[in-house]
Structures are given as structure tokens and as C-alpha cells.
């Protein structure tokens, strides 16, 4: 991930280049590797880079040849091998970068040109000639990305990765919506990611098959592992990330092979690099070109002592054969770094913060082992209803609305905490569950096929699509046991002691005359536990309170719990409890 700080129009923007390298530097946790800023008329785009493909020469922001036309990209464009083969006019591009492609596109699609792209991404352009501004955030919202503006310059517009870039400057601020794109010119947003299962109330009938789930989900992952530097993948030992990683293993293996087989590269000319050959990416055949061959893939999983994820963890790590890294941390270790986790996450949400604390610490250690990119299982349990509480859906026509309602929030949950979470240290998230081609499949399944019974787990077809139970000769990708674990929620599965231990803490840090009196400023928006209060408290040391409107309270459906957690559904069965 990289980080992005940019300004539309402003009134003296020389004047404003130290104010806004300032506000750029403070997402330099993003992207550590280079910083760069290109000032165009009145318009200022400042990138802060984390490098994992065109190592050497994808510095941003990126222009093109007379450099009237200034990019800086958050994300990773996989199908960038593809743009340059098929662009409509020969373009010679500067760098191997996968996001340079954009510029192409915007020249020959104009606003439609994320509609062509294939990735995770947030971008801002600016076009020097028409003195116009587009912004496109990902269909998904897996990158985060905010727009804000400023009372006192009311005709510029701001841009940035994070909250904390924008609230010094700007006294609006919203979360730029997933999947739509912004003009300068017509100061507005429109959405242009649109697919067949975007209205919830529209029930699909598409019949399941298990062979298309299985390989629109295994080609999503080989996408995902376009690199120029070391990787790894997230286990907890849940379904999800096992899933991913046996994917992800069985690709590194086959990568390894043919590393060996061609004993170094040929030369690639230069001409050949503007159609996309002898770069890093997926071809035409649906196969991916890497350049990172590590001698095993590593894994990496943290819980408390004794945690059901990291037992499972390891399970999982020995059957695929990759080099595991466990990472044990104490609920003192949590509870100190929860103020740090809240202004890097930049939510007050309960459940959010449970589970980002883990994941921040974890990202620490992985970073340090000089992994910069890693693939994890976010977006399964939103597709195919896997959280506990769709145990009590009433109709497959309800689970169906939920799971689009979920998907269409990600943003503001899930993909905001592995997000934020690996980013606060330089490290990127790669979502394959959230791949267009894979949720136009999974998202298109009819729900009946989703619904959980007596006789079918939760996410049962996904389950069933990986099972190889039934042909003696197929090499198995998880052992039975893991492939039909129940869920368990990340911050459940790190080990259960840690929520009682933020419930146990949050009533020391509240009191009962606390909760009685909320502040004024918090409006409609009150906490309903202390723990809640306590996160609010913190944020509100970090941010002002214009930035409380990009939150989003987790809360499950059908249920009348007030806790979150997956183990308060009725229906869990704790059989780790005493880990």
C-alpha cells in the first residue's frame, strides 16, 4: 500500500507545497520507499510509495510524455500485462509500474477508464491541459480513500488515504465511495462499478457449480501474487486464510519449478515491455509472472498462549508444507497499543478494534522479516454468509440481501482493518476473496445454496467446492478437520481471554456517571457499552469530531446480542474455550 495526499485548485498552492508534504508525511507508514510531488497549475498531488512491482523505476507520481497528465495510485493494477497489450494506440510507458496503465486508459477512456482495470486501487489524475481532476476508488473499497473540503477555499477539493492528511485542513470529510469515479468538472461522483448482483432485492437463480467456485477462486489467488518482493500469507487456521494459503502454496511450487526450469531471464526489449512481456502480472491464459522465488512460502498467525488459531494455524502450516511463523503476544501487549491501533485504524468500532489490535502486531513482526505483501482471507463470510448469527436468517431472500449489504460495506469494516492494520508498518494486504470475476461467480450462486441447516455448516458450498473426499487420486487442499472448522471470528480465535480482558479494562477506564453523561458533540452517535465508550474516548484525543461520520458500527442481524463477538451467538460451540 502506498499513501496518497492531493488538492484540487488550490488558491496559492505554492504557499500550500510545505503544508501539504506535511500532510502527505503523515501516511508515510504506508509507503516508506520513496516520496514524490508534482505541482500542475493549481493542483497538487504528493505519493508516498511502498514498491512491490517496478521496484526501480515506479516512482510517483507518474506523468506521461509531456507530463500534462499527473498520476498517483494507491493499489496494485493485476491486469496491467493485459492494458498494454490490447491499448487501441501504441503508448511507450516510462516504468514497469502496474499503475502507469491509467494514464492510457484516461487518454482513451476518459472517465470509463477504471472500468477497464482489475486490482485494488485509489488514484488521483490530473489532466494539465483541461485543468481537470478525476478520483476513482476500487469497486470494493479495499484500498481506504477520503475526499474532504474546506470551508474557507470552498472551490478546492482534497484527496488522501487516511483521515489524518485531511482533518488539519479540511472541515468535511467523507469516505469516498467504492466503485465510483469524480470529475473536477462536474464536481461529482458517479459510480461505475456495476454488476449483475449489485441490487439486493434482485434474488439470483443461478445454479451452484462447485468446479467454477473452486477455479474462479484459485485464479483470483494466483492474481493476487504479482510481485516483485517478498510475500507471504495470513493464517489463522480458519477456512478463509487456509484456503487462500493451500491456493498460494500450490502456485509458489509450481513457480519454483519453472524458476528452475528457465535458469535466469532473457532479455526483454524495450518495445515488448510496452505489450506487457517480461513483466510481473497475469497473461491472456489467466497465469501469473512473479519474481519473487523464496525458498518455502512463509506463513505467519498470532493468538494469546494456547489460542485456537494459532493451534489450528500450525496444522494447516505443516499439511501445505510452508515455513510457519507464530507469533504469541500478551494482553498487556494488546492493551498498550490500543490508542495506536485507533489512530491508524481511524474508527471508534467495537468489533473493528478487537480485531485490528491483533492484526497490527502481527504486521510488525512480518515487516521486520522483510515480507512486504501478504494475501488474506477478508470478504468470505459477507459472500457466503458465514458469520454465526446467518444461522437465523428467516428466507434465502433475506441471507441474500444481508450478504450484498455486507459486501457493499466492507469498506468501512473488514476492509478497513487489514487495510489500516498492515499498512500502519509498510506491509500490503491482498484480498483474494474480493476479486470482480470471483464475486460475479459467488455473488450470483442462488442463496438457498448458502443457507446454513442442521445438516449444512456455514459457508458449506465453499467448504464442499475444495473437498476432494471423493476422488482418491486429487491431492487434498486442507485436512477434513480444518475444511470443516467452524467459524471463528479473529478476535475470538487469538484466544478468548483477549475480550475479556478490553470488557475488564473498559470498566475500570468508565465509569457508570460516564456513561450517563455522554458529550454533547457525540450527538445521536452514543456509545452503548463502555468498552464502545472507551474506544470513542480514544479517538476523539486523535481526531475531531467531523471525522466520526466516516465510521460504521459493526452489529450483527437477527440477533438481539449486544456484543458482537461470534462466541456470544448461541449457536457456537466453543470447543477451544478452555485453551
Not at 494459503?245 to 528457465?262: D, F, M, V
Not at 491501533?341 to 515487516?367: C, F, G, N, Q, W
Amino acid at each position: 500500500m502506498c499513501g496518497i495526499f492531493a488538492c484540487h485548485s488550490h488558491p496559492d498552492v505554492n504557499k500550500f507545497k510545505p503544508t501539504a508534504l506535511r500532510l502527505a508525511k503523515a501516511v508515510r507508514h504506508r509507503g516508506p520507499d520513496w516520496s514524490g510531488s508534482v505541482i500542475s497549475n493549481n493542483t497538487i498531488l504528493c505519493h508516498e510509495r511502498l514498491s512491490i512491482v517496478g521496484v526501480e523505476s515506479g516512482a510517483q507520481p507518474l506523468t506521461n510524455a509531456d507530463e500534462s497528465i499527473v498520476l498517483a495510485v494507491n493499489g496494485e493494477i493485476y491486469n496491467h500485462r493485459l492494458i498494454r497489450k490490447h491499448l487501441k494506440k501504441p503508448y511507450h510507458f516510462k516504468t514497469t509500474s502496474d499503475c502507469e496503465v491509467i494514464i492510457p486508459l484516461y487518454m482513451e477512456y476518459g472517465l470509463d477508464a477504471p472500468k477497464y482495470l482489475d486490482g485494488m486501487f485509489s488514484f488521483v489524475l490530473y489532466d494539465k491541459n483541461l485543468d481537470r481532476t478525476i478520483a476513482a476508488r476500487d469497486p470494493i473499497g479495499i484500498t481506504t480513500f477520503y475526499q474532504g473540503w474546506s470551508s474557507e477555499q470552498p472551490n478546492s477539493t482534497y484527496f488522501a488515504s487516511e483521515l489524518k492528511c485531511l482533518h488539519p485542513v479540511c472541515d468535511k470529510i467523507e469516505a469516498f465511495p467504492p466503485g465510483h469515479v469524480y470529475d473536477s468538472q462536474t464536481n461529482e461522483r458517479t459510480r461505475y462499478f456495476q454488476p449483475t448482483w449489485w441490487d439486493e432485492m434482485k434474488t439470483p437463480q443461478t445454479p451452484l457449480d462447485y468446479k467454477v467456485l473452486r477455479e474462479s477462486l484459485e485464479k483470483s489467488v494466483r492474481k493476487r501474487l504479482m510481485a516483485e518482493v517478498p510475500y507471504g500469507v495470513l493464517l489463522s487456521g480458519g477456512l478463509d486464510s487456509s484456503l487462500v494459503a493451500s491456493i498460494a502454496q500450490r502456485e509458489t511450487l509450481r513457480q519454483r519449478k519453472l524458476a528452475e526450469a528457465a535458469n535466469g531471464h532473457a532479455e526483454v526489449k524495450a518495445e515488448d515491455l510496452d505489450k506487457g512481456e517480461g513483466l510481473v502480472g497475469i497473461d491472456d491464459d489467466g497465469k501469473v509472472s512473479t519474481m519473487t522465488f523464496l525458498p518455502q512460502l512463509n506463513s505467519f498467525s498470532i493468538g494469546l498462549p494456547g489460542s485456537p488459531d494459532n493451534k489450528a494455524a500450525l496444522e494447516v502450516a505443516k499439511f501445505l508444507g510452508t515455513k510457519h511463523h507464530v507469533m504469541t503476544f500478551t494482553i498487556e501487549d494488546g492493551l498498550n497499543a490500543l490508542s495506536d491501533v485507533i489512530y491508524h485504524l481511524e474508527t471508534y468500532d467495537v468489533t473493528t478494534i478487537r480485531a485490528s489490535t491483533p492484526m497490527y502486531l502481527l504486521s510488525r513482526k512480518i515487516k521486520a522479516m522483510g515480507i512486504k505483501m501478504v494475501l488474506s482471507g477478508e470478504g468470505s463470510d459477507e459472500i457466503f454468509g458465514g458469520y454465526l448469527y446467518f444461522h437465523n436468517a428467516p428466507s434465502k431472500e433475506e441471507f441474500h440481501e444481508e450478504c450484498v449489504r455486507r459486501v457493499k460495506n466492507l469498506h468501512l469494516a473488514d476492509c478497513l482493518r487489514a487495510n489500516k492494520s498492515t499498512s500502519a508498518w509498510g506491509l500490503e494486504a491482498r484480498v483474494p476473496f474480493l476479486d470482480k470475476e470471483f464475486l460475479e461467480v459467488s455473488m450470483n450462486i442462488d442463496p438457498k445454496e448458502k443457507m446454513i441447516t442442521p445438516e449444512r455448516l456455514e459457508k458449506y458450498i465453499l467448504r464442499k467446492a475444495f473437498d476432494t473426499s471423493d476422488d482418491p487420486s486429487a491431492e487434498p487442499y486442507l485436512p477434513d478437520n480444518i475444511l470443516w472448522r467452524q467459524k471463528e471470528q479473529f478476535s475470538d480465535g487469538v484466544g478468548y481471554g483477549w475480550i475479556d480482558a478490553l470488557k475488564d479494562n473498559a470498566e475500570i477506564q468508565v465509569t457508570d456517571e460516564m456513561m450517563k453523561n455522554p458529550k454533547p458533540e457525540w450527538g445521536t452517535d452514543i456509545p452503548d457499552t463502555k468498552e464502545a465508550y472507551w474506544y470513542r474516548l480514544m479517538f476523539d484525543e486523535h481526531f475531531p469530531p467531523s471525522c466520526a461520520s466516516t465510521v460504521m458500527r459493526w452489529t450483527p442481524k437477527w440477533s438481539n446480542q449486544t456484543d458482537p463477538s461470534g462466541r456470544a451467538i448461541a449457536i457456537h460451540k466453543a470447543k477451544y474455550e478452555d485453551a
